[in-house]
């Protein structure tokens, strides 16, 4: 291992990071989960990388190293800086994994539950109205700004998302005005600190909110270990007090679901009685 990742020094019988230390007692755990050594190395070497260019990563506690990097084997993820699907970030002391709205998409990707989703963001400057079905496209005339300088300025009014299902269906999701946003951000664990994504990533964080609001909802059949533990540690990293509950989570899904199902119905019925 040390001869893979490089987490000894080079010096004889000098003392080990105790950043290190955390990587080396990953492994194991790691590898048991993964399965692969390939992957186990690849995700630790980025692991390795990471916290060597953070000083603020390098002093967090040993276990809480430990545990972050153990849930990216638990939740398929990867911590390939280039994909940025996922991040190491330093909380108060301690070292967590925290998804992009970019690594959200792909779980439900990858786990068949939709082909694509985006997250629209709403301003003040644009025509909006809510539609009242989510299989009705909301009324959104967009407005580009010709700066960037100019788009800063903007005031944001709100967020929805646009679902391609895995059967071509498309659907749009309940629209999430600005305040809702706030009092996601007012609760983050982050919210008000230096190293705070809302800082610098103010619009990433905003899709990621509604995305993360729609997760849930947009999970179809029977979540695998590898969506729960999204969600698990998105709940207990971002400050959100609700627990996962299968059946409960799964009521509005249903109500899509079937609400789609008539809409396809009334559709062939038109056609057969050749109705407009």
Known sequence: MENKLELTEKKPNAPIAIWKQALIKAESKFMAIS???????????????????????????????????????????????????????????????????????????????????????????????????????????????????????????????????????????QFMPYWEILKTEKVSMAAGTSYSPWKTWREEMIKKTKIKRDFKTLISGSPPDSLVNVLEIEEKNNGLQKKYCVEDEFQDAEVMKSEIKDKKENLKISEKLDLP
Do not use: W
Request: net charge neutral; glycine share 4%; aromatic share 6%.
């Open 35 to 173: 399965g692969k050594e390939e992957q186990t190395k690849i995700e630790l070497g980025f692991a390795s990388m990471i916290i060597q260019n953070n000083d603020a990563l390098k002093k967090c506690d040993i276990d809480s190293i430990v545990n972050a990097v153990i849930n990216v084997a638990r939740t398929g993820i990867t911590l390939n800086p280039v994909l940025k699907l996922a991040h190491l970030v330093p909380r108060a002391g301690k070292c967590v994994l925290d998804f992009d709205y970019k690594g959200l998409v792909k779980v439900l990707k990858d786990n068949k539950c939709l082909k694509d989703i985006q997250a629209i963001i709403v301003y003040e400057d644009e025509d909006f109205k809510e539609s009242n079905s989510q299989i009705i496209a909301h009324s959104h005339t967009k407005v580009y700004a010709h700066t960037e300088d100019a788009h800063k300025k903007r005031i944001v009014k709100g967020v929805y998302c646009q679902v391609l299902l895995m059967d071509n269906t498309v659907i749009y999701t």
